[in-house]
């Protein structure tokens, strides 16, 4: 039976169509869907990690214990994870263990665009490298078979273009596999140095045992064309290229670390020109070349940004002269929704002229205008340590001034044990906690603070201001965003304060709620003062009637959540309530 | 008219439910034997960002993207997204654009302007349809039904049996909502007139 699966939901099927016991993963776009969709499995125990390195760590308990494993997260997810899969590359696996990177070329939703197939070399671990959904799927079953024959966790490695595109795939049946049970191992599984010494020796025969693979694996395949030109690509840039250049033969690699330097001499001794499509970095290019072959790569195609068919085509080729004219409109960024928990505290960051450490989440959108509230963003967690280091270079005066703002989500992720760090090193830190309920960015998956569990049963809630307070911070309130009077009288006294101050602001996330009923605008009332468009909501447009001196403020009924922030902030008395409103209809 | 190959853009603003049209389409195709390919974004855009998703239609597809200029049909949410992704259309393709003006923040605030006489600037583009489809959605009683819609005037260039789109909505929208855009769909896929097809099944056979 064949489907229509995004490389994400192909990964999913893959890894229980494999077997596969336990899977952790910590959302991220572009690979939240792989854990979504394994939810949907039986038979298979999945869980919202608090954060990769965690997640990492848990499915490689899971691993010791004989489970067939799998882990997934976004490009940068793996850096938070490097550290405990550095190490299980030396350790080796006990059944399968696949860990998914996602990575983001062309930056959809991501801070930085890193190849993370430099993982593979400088982990020493194998490379997977699927071009569709199809091959996302197998390849993760045959992940789990890699990483069993070679006693190695296998990099499984997708971009953006893999995790969200969709096309048809054959599906399979599930095929279990029996979790092992538990032996001790000391020698594999605890990495002292006198053992480490040994595994590295182990890690660097199973490398060159897994050179020999690379050459007979079936999907490093030549498909044969006109020899004037090969082609030698991986992943999506295959797909590009087979567009780019439909004639020519091709060298399709999928098992790319440690390359098959056999098969590529064999293919290069045959074609005339080669040419290397790779997004990214130019990883496969500098291996081939330095086995002493001519190839042309990264000189003519972009490193940065995501490939398309026609830059490949256009990167080789003269452009033949079709431009097509595209026409300057005004760019549209996202924005905080209407009636979004966030926007109240940006605009009392604003109005007060904070600085303000930033974080990744929704609420790195209070970065755009007008809000223009945030000032860094760096990576999760980042908000609380940069704030603690402003100030230790600026003094406690700076303080006053300063607040970090965190979402509930990568508060649990990484801002704990920024926040312990502060308390500890006597910081003055002020730290704005954003509790929405939920992780909103990447789509709403639950975390501690909402004490929901992957497949919706109920867990253990941990209130943030628990944590808070088992931090030894001594100054901390709940307060509601909505509230702005509320939220501005908060954060001056966290700013007095003389200590670590941490405010929790909780609202749930509007998208996770009915709207109330529209606010309006009485336009007799409106003095047309743009006092309301500063709180950048969607739902207020300013408009000029042409039987009006003064342009007139309006709000788009169908858009307005009804939060009623809007009404706080003017001034004229002009916003009225929905109940108000109706009679002002009348 | 049944061709072997379309290529689809489909854009507007996050959040206007393109992503499950866009789903509902593929499904159709599938239903038709086609193979099928699509890529679209997800996450931070889906937050009132432009959205752009490309489907890929034929026999055999390799690249899951459109490139500029080659796009057979643009179906368009918004009026500004439709502006700004047109030189996506091929000549003499045919644009589908909802009559419907959602301001960007920039606009909001007064730093940019809303582009004027869209329609002007896009009718040499191809054949332009504009549809009211808020009105319609209006009508039907549920806002959240307009993606549905613009997907009923879609059908109506594309040759694929009533009874696969049938079911690939079926498959696609929670239960209680079904028959809701079932309706939604022949509203929309009624709004043409049979001069409207005509006039494109010519440009096509050219
Ligand atoms: C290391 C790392 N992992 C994952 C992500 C993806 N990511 C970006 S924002 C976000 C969620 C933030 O949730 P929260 O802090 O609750 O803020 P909200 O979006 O709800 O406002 C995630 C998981 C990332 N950018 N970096």
């Known amino acids: 039976m064949k489907s229509l699966l995004s490389g994400n939901e192909a990964v999913a099927r893959g890894a229980w169509e494999a077997g596969c016991n336990v899977a952790a993963t910590y959302p ?26 965690v997640a990492l760590e848990v499915v490689a308990g899971a691993c010791f214990a004989g489970a067939r494993v799998i882990t997934a997260m976004k490009h940068v997810g793996l850096n938070v994870a490097a550290d405990p899969m550095f190490t299980m590359a030396y350790s080796g696996v006990t059944a399968g263990f696949v860990i998914v990177t996602a990575d983001d070329p062309g930056m959809w939703s991501s801070q930085n665009e890193q190849d993370n197939r430099h993982y593979g070399r400088h982990a ?106 090969g082609v030698i690509t991986s992943g999506i840039s295959y797909q590009y290229a087979k567009e780019a250049f439909p004639n020519a033969s091709f060298l399709k690699l999928s098992f790319t670390y440690p390359i098959p330097e056999k098969l590529i001499k064999r293919f290069a001794h045959q074609v005339k020109k080669i040419i290397v499509v790779e997004e990214g970095d130019p990883i496969l290019e500098t ?43 005004p760019a549209r960024p996202p924005v905080l929704c209407p009636g979004c928990p966030h926007r109240g505290v940006f605009y009392i960051i604003n109005k007060l002229k904070l600085t303000a450490t930033g974080d990744i989440g929704c609420y790195t959108l209070g970065a755009l205008p007008p809000l223009n509230a945030i000032d860094t963003c760096v990576c999760m967690g980042a908000s609380v ?17 300063l607040v970090a703002v965190i979402g509930d989500s990568t508060f649990f992720h990484s801002g704990i044990t920024g926040l312990s760090n502060a308390v500890y090193n006597k910081g003055n830190l002020n730290l704005l906690i954003l509790d929405n309920y939920t992780t909103a960015m990447t789509g709403h998956q639950p975390h501690p603070g909402t004490g929901k569990l992957a497949r919706g049963e109920q867990g253990k809630r941990i209130p943030p201001e628990d944590v808070v307070k088992g931090c030894g911070v001594e100054f901390l309130k709940i307060v509601d965003p909505n509230d702005l009077k509320a939220t501005e ?3 001056k006294q966290a ?57 007139l403020a309006v709000i788009d009924p169908t858009l307005c959540f009804g939060c009623g922030l809007c009404a706080q902030v003017c001034t004229c008395g002009a916003i009225l309530a929905p109940e108000k409103a109706k009679k002002g209809k009348k | 008219m049944k061709r072997d190959a379309f290529d689809i853009i ?59 200029g080659n796009s057979d049909i643009v179906l368009a949410f918004e009026k500004l997204e439709a502006l700004r992704y047109i030189h996506y259309l091929k000549k003499n393709g045919t644009a589908i654009v909802n009559d419907r003006e959602i301001p960007p923040m920039s606009v909001l605030t007064g730093a940019a302007q809303y582009p004027v006489n869209i329609k002007g600037k896009l009718k040499h583009r191809g054949m332009i349809y504009f549809v009211d489809a808020e009105k319609i959605a209006f009508e039907l009683g549920n806002r959240r039904t307009v993606n549905i819609i613009l997907l009923g005037v879609l059908s109506c260039f594309l040759g694929f049996k009533k009874k696969s789109w049938k079911t690939a909505i079926s498959k696609n929208v929670k239960k209680k909502f079904v028959d809701l855009n079932l309706a939604a769909f022949n509203r929309g896929a009624s709004l043409l007139t049979k001069i409207d097809i005509l006039s494109f099944k010519k440009k096509q056979s050219r």
């Not at chain 1, 182990?202 to 064309?225: C, D, M």
């Not at chain 1, 001519?294 to 431009?323: D, H, N, Y």
């Not at chain 1, 709207?515 to 739902?539: E, Q």
């Open chain 1, 124 to 229: 020493k671990i194998p490379i997977l490298e699927p071009s569709d959904s199809n091959e996302a799927k197998l390849f993760t079953k045959l992940g789990f078979e890699i990483s069993e024959k070679f006693d190695t966790p296998v990099l499984l490695r997708l971009t953006t273009r893999i995790c969200h595109s969709t096309c048809l795939v054959e599906l399979g049946k599930r095929k279990t596999h029996k979790v092992k049970g538990y032996k001790k191992d000391i020698k594999k599984r605890l990495v002292l140095p006198a053992h480490a010494r040994l595994r590295h020796i182990i890690v660097e025969k199973r490398l060159i045992n897994l050179a020999r693979f690379s050459e007979t694996f079936p999907f490093n395949k030549i498909e044969w064309g006109k020899k004037t030109l």
């Open chain 1, 495 to 551: 700013l007095e304060f003389d200590g670590v101050a941490v405010l929790i602001f909780r609202r749930p996330c509007a998208l996770l709620l009915k709207p109330n009923p529209a606010y309006f605008i009485d336009p007799d009332l409106c003095k047309g003062c743009r006092l309301c468009l500063r709180i950048g909501c969607p739902a207020i447009s300013l408009q000029f009637p042409e039987d009006r001196e003064k342009p």
């Open chain 2, 10 to 68: 489909i854009c507007g603003v996050g959040g206007q439910g393109i992503i499950l049209a866009s789903n509902v389409l593929c499904n159709t195709a599938f239903l038709e034997s086609f193979d099928v390919k699509k890529s679209e974004v997800h996450g931070m855009a889906q937050r009132g960002g432009s959205v752009i998703t490309h489907v890929r239609i034929g026999k055999k597809i390799h690249s899951p993207l459109i490139e500029q």
């Open chain 1, 385 to 401: 340590t940069n704030a603690h280091g402003l100030e230790k270079a600026l003094g406690k005066d700076f303080s006053k001034k």
């Open chain 1, 28 to 53: 991220g776009t572009p690979s939240t869907e792989i854990l979504e969709n394994l939810i949907k499995y039986p038979g298979i125990y999945t869980e919202w990690a608090v954060n990769e390195k």
């Open chain 1, 287 to 329: 291996e081939i070349k330095a086995m002493g072959i001519k190839v042309t790569g990264k000189a003519k195609i972009p490193v940065c940004g995501e490939l398309t068919q026609k830059i490949v085509r256009e990167s080789f080729v003269r452009k033949i002269s079709t431009k097509i004219k595209a026409y300057k409109v």
């Open chain 1, 489 to 491: 009288h908060a954060i």
